[in-house]
């Protein structure tokens, strides 16, 4: 089993940075994948980022072109963490955030956090 637990969120003005970090209790590898996704009110869940293995001991990450140029993340597995940069933030970018996980090889998210919240408004 692994669990994750997110944290940083909170209330941002347009514009503005926010560091979330999403840490790892349980049996998590090195190679498997973590992610996060966002859910805005009334909508569905969505794709933000994540981290996979690749072959050669290294990482890549994906983003939602929504977020491409603003958001950042990056997996440091020696904390089993992960973690979110989020620059020129936007209302629209106001939801709960996830931190999820996958096995290695797996498509399917099989492990999420709770979410944090980020609010972004003036």
């Known amino acids: 089993q692994v669990q994750l637990v997110e944290s940083g969120g909170g209330l941002l003005r347009p514009g503005d940075s926010l560091r979330l970090s999403c840490t790892a209790s349980?049996?998590?590898?090195?190679?498997?994948?973590m992610g996060w996704f966002r859910q805005a009110p009334g909508k569905d869940r969505e794709f933000v980022a994540d981290?996979?293995?690749?072959?050669?001991?290294?990482?890549?990450?994906t983003y939602a072109d929504s977020v491409k140029g603003r958001f950042t993340t990056f997996r440091e597995a020696s904390k089993n963490a992960i973690y979110l940069l989020m620059n020129s933030l936007k209302p629209e970018d106001t939801a709960v955030y996830f931190c999820?996980?996958?096995?290695?090889?797996?498509?399917?998210?099989?492990?999420w956090g709770r979410g944090t919240q980020v609010t972004v408004s003036s």
């Open positions: 349980g049996r998590i590898n090195r190679n498997d994948t």
């Open positions: 981290v996979k293995w690749r072959s050669g001991r290294t990482y890549f990450t």
């Open positions: 999820a996980a996958a096995r290695f090889g797996v498509s399917t998210y099989e492990y």
